[in-house]
């Protein structure tokens, strides 16, 4: 198959920035250091999922208590929705059932997931300033943004559009984020697929809203760096990325963009365009861009999806610790 329009675009955010891509956790490259902490994702989440299946103590399985305890006594998350998941009950509701389940305050982000990122970036600014921002702080604690697919975008675009809310901020987990821009967007767009693709992502996926598009297409994630001063360094991000295996809710996709540019991806992101440079990231096998929302199917992943965002906290957190 012939490459398509997205061909020169794709993984632009990382050599746009320069980022230095390394598995030494110690050695500094400078700002853009990238650091890929994959080799701890799969030990760490088999870990969690161990302990819940056996409802044993997290040292039975390896893990800390206290890292457990000082999560929930430090931070809020906020969740923040994916593009149209208004559309699909049950989305993040396991991510909510683990947060009760283990005494870390959570909440949903009220943004319109059918809204632009202009709208929702400036939404979110809204909810950290004069909402959950005031009430964390009064608590001691600090906001995580715990992101999927485009709240990826929004919550990344966000910290860049609207620096104040960086003081309310703990951190972000980019979960899936096509913070880069989405291949299958751009060529969506372009007109450059089948009739069939463009029929299932328009109308099975983005439920025929097609702004959607524009805002996932390089041209669009690109002018929005060039507007808007690259602060994300500054905040401690982690960025999850991933591939499919096997069978998959996002066959169809996923085999057209791995035919066509001969790129790992979930089927809807390509993982080169989900990693945020000077921040740490994990690449995993097997989940495709379905899995982090629900913790059954169209999740075919084998691992619940609130195991996988107290992973990537677990592992976030940690680092954290390590670095200072």
């Not at 960025?239 to 809807?268: C, P």
Request: hydrophobic share 35%; proline share 4%.
């Amino acid at each position: 198959m012939k490459d398509g329009p997205s061909a020169p675009h794709i993984g632009w955010l990382l050599k746009d920035k320069q980022a230095v891509i390394t598995e030494d956790l110690y050695r500094d490259y400078g700002p853009m250091t990238t650091r890929n902490v994959s080799k701890l994702f799969f030990p760490n989440i088999n870990a969690i999922r161990e302990k819940f299946k056996k409802n044993v103590a997290w040292e039975q399985v390896g893990l800390s208590t206290q890292i457990i305890k000082e999560l929930g006594q430090k931070y809020h998350l906020l969740l923040v929705p994916g593009l149209l998941t208004k559309f699909y009950p049950m989305y993040l509701d396991g991510m909510e059932t683990v947060c009760k389940e283990i005494g870390i305050s959570c909440s949903r982000a009220a943004i319109d997931t059918t809204g632009s990122v202009e709208s929702n970036t400036k939404t979110l600014r809204d909810i950290v300033v004069n909402d959950i921002g005031p009430k964390a702080r009064r608590e001691n604690k600090k906001i995580v943004f715990v992101a999927h697919s485009k709240g990826g975008t929004d919550s990344s675009d966000c910290i860049m559009r609207y620096p104040e809310i960086i003081p309310f901020l703990g951190g972000s987990l980019n979960i899936q984020g096509p913070v880069g821009g989405a291949a299958m967007a751009t060529d969506v767009e372009s007109g450059n697929v089948t009739q069939e693709i463009v029929d299932f992502v328009v109308d099975k996926i983005l439920h025929g809203n097609k702004q959607a598009i524009k805002d996932l297409a390089y041209s669009y994630r690109q002018d929005s760096y060039k507007k808007y001063q690259y602060n994300l360094h500054e905040v401690p991000i982690m960025s999850f990325v991933s591939y499919t295996k096997g069978f998959s809710a996002m066959f169809l996709l996923d085999e057209y963009t791995s035919l066509r540019y001969h790129q790992l991806g979930d089927g809807l992101v390509l993982d080169v365009d989900g990693i945020l440079p000077g921040q740490y990231f994990i690449q995993a096998a097997g989940f495709d861009h379905a899995s982090p929302g629900f913790s059954f199917f169209p999740n075919v992943s084998g691992y619940h999806n609130g195991h996988l965002m107290l992973s990537l906290l677990y592992l976030w957190y940690t680092l954290q610790i390590l670095k200072h």
